[in-house]
């Protein structure tokens, strides 16, 4: 039973834009943190962005600031990624991860709850 959901993700030409969700249930639900990584084989999970529930504060790797933008989403427990300017070496399975503690970490180690992942294919 999946604890957050992603969706969203897909194919784009370079330059274009997409848009990921990612809903929270079970025992995800409420978290105080969630964020955003991405995986490519052969290499490590790697951090993407992150947002404090309270106060919205948000935290961006240095790859995606200003092209990518991480928000609440109108529904409670749900948070999206907004995806500008896509480049081939986005290319990735993005996946969504929350944890209860208020404090927007870059450490995949720090998020107890993940979802299962959605592919995000940029063609050059």
């Known amino acids: 039973q999946e604890q957050l959901v992603e969706s969203g993700g897909g194919r784009v030409q370079a330059g274009g834009s997409l848009r990921l969700s990612c809903a929270a249930s079970g025992r995800a639900y409420g978290s105080s943190t969630m964020a955003w990584f991405r995986q490519v084989p052969g290499k490590e999970r790697e951090f993407v962005a992150a947002?404090?529930?309270?106060?919205?504060?948000?935290l961006y790797a240095d790859s995606v600031k200003d092209r990518f933008i991480i928000s609440k989403d109108n529904g409670p427990s749900t948070v999206s990624l907004q995806m500008n300017r896509l480049k081939p070496e986005d290319t990735a399975v993005y996946f969504c991860?929350?944890?209860?503690?208020?404090?927007?970490?870059?450490?995949?180690?720090?998020?107890?709850?993940w979802g299962p992942g959605t592919q995000v294919t940029v063609s050059s």
């Open positions: 991860a929350a944890r209860k503690v208020d404090y927007a970490s870059r450490l995949r180690h720090d998020y107890p709850f």
């Open positions: 947002i404090k529930w309270i106060g919205g504060y948000t």
